[in-house]
T-cell receptor
Framework: KAGVTQTPRYLIKTRGQQVTLSCSPI?????VSWYQQTPGQGLQFLFE???????NKGNFPGRFSGRQFSNSRSEMNVSTLELGDSALYLC?????????????FGDGTRLSIL | DQQVKQNSPSLSVQEGRISILNCDYT??????FLWYKKYPAEGPTFLIS?????DKNEDGRFTVFLNKSAKHLSLHIVPSQPGDSAVYFC?????????????FGKGTHLIIQP
């Protein structure tokens, strides 16, 4: 069974640009969550999507947004990039959004802002 | 304010001995707890979880213990093997399932000495 796939693996952008990251969940999983990992703050929850609807959002500015498609694939977008957005962005999937089940992670996209 | 704390940034254990990783939490609304293992350049890998209605869950060499009154959980690895060397994250979730997003500790770097 294929795992969670994130593309691209590495990305370099400059301040002020915008970026889109992609995530394909495990087949059959309908919940997709996004996390940011930085050395200072650790792993922090960005948002969660289920059935193409954002059900919850973490404490991040509106520059961070996302969407989910009918096949459960998800994208996240960061606009007006800042140096502090340099981080590892992780996507995780689980079968549904309502019960407590393990989330399974992809290998992430390493975003570097110059 | 950190709601999930892993107070030991690193832990060194001899191969074959028991590794005990600890985690404390402050939010009494958390009712599902997970441990993840992370190698460099990879995403976190799910190890084991426990619901707040239990106080112990076992899976092979891995056992998680939950003490709700103390708001404390621990992961025991017996026997420790060289491949167990990694960063271990404790995570917690509320009753809202995946939509709540996981709250992570900062991680403990486990080093297994030959």
């Amino acid at each position: 069974k294929a795992g969670v796939t994130q593309t691209p693996r590495y990305l370099i952008k400059t301040r002020g640009q915008q970026v889109t990251l992609s995530c394909s969940p495990i087949s059959g999983h309908r919940s997709v969550s996004w996390y940011q990992q930085t050395p200072g703050q650790g792993l922090q929850f960005l948002f969660e999507y289920f059935s193409e609807t954002q059900r919850n959002k973490g404490n991040f500015p509106g520059r961070f947004s996302g969407r989910q498609f009918s096949n459960s694939r998800s994208e996240m977008n960061v606009s007006t990039l800042e140096l502090g957005d340099s981080a590892l962005y992780l996507c995780a999937s689980s079968p549904d959004s309502y019960s407590n089940q393990p989330q399974h992670f992809g290998d992430g996209t390493r975003l570097s802002i110059l | 304010d950190q709601q999930v704390k892993q107070n030991s940034p690193s832990l060194s254990v001899q191969e074959g001995r028991i590794s005990i990783l600890n985690c404390d939490y402050t939010n009494s609304m958390f009712d599902y707890f997970l441990w993840y293992k992370k190698y460099p350049a990879e995403g976190p890998t799910f190890l084991i979880s426990i619901s707040s209605i239990k106080d112990k869950n076992e899976d092979g060499r891995f056992t998680v213990f939950l003490n709700k009154s103390a708001k404390h959980l621990s992961l025991h690895i017996v026997p420790s093997q060289p491949g167990d060397s990694a960063v271990y994250f404790c995570a917690a979730n509320g009753s809202g399932g995946g939509a709540d997003g996981l709250t992570f500790g900062k991680g403990t770097h486990l080093i297994i000495q030959p």
